[in-house]
């Protein structure tokens, strides 16, 4: 196995991205730190013991690298590739109990929806 690889292969090989393109693009938007440091070329090596931080979606992961891998492989294999120090998600609102459901109101005598108005009643009842 190699001692380095680049940053966005890495990625890629993790199953963090679904292409190479794409985690390049992803670094080099400089939304990637390496050792809490930015980096901004995908050609930045990383080897063994190195920490990614970087936001996915919502969530902020922060991926501890424990193997270098020569090939993309299986996602179950892809898994062995990292350690994950990422804090638990926090709570959705639709989690909590205590944030009540939003009601839908119309004013008495506002007469019957409209199909917009049906639909947006519908989502909000989720149906």
């Given amino acids: ?39 901004e070329k995908p050609g930045h090596a990383v080897k063994r013991g190195d920490v990614l931080t970087f936001a996915k979606g919502r969530n902020v992961k922060i991926i501890e690298i424990d193997a270098i891998a020569t090939r993309r492989g299986p996602a179950s294999e892809a898994q062995t590739l990292y350690k994950d120090l990422s804090p638990p998600p926090a709570p959705t609102s639709s989690d909590d109990p205590d944030v009540p459901i939003p009601v839908a109101r119309r004013e008495q005598g506002a007469g019957r929806p409209t199909k917009r108005e049906r639909r947006d009643l519908d989502r909000l009842r989720g149906e």
């Fill in 1 to 39: 196995m190699a001692e380095s690889i680049r940053i966005d292969k890495w990625l890629w090989h993790a199953r963090f991205f679904k292409t190479r393109t794409i985690a390049q693009s992803f670094v080099q938007a400089g939304k990637v730190r390496l050792n809490s440091v930015r980096v």
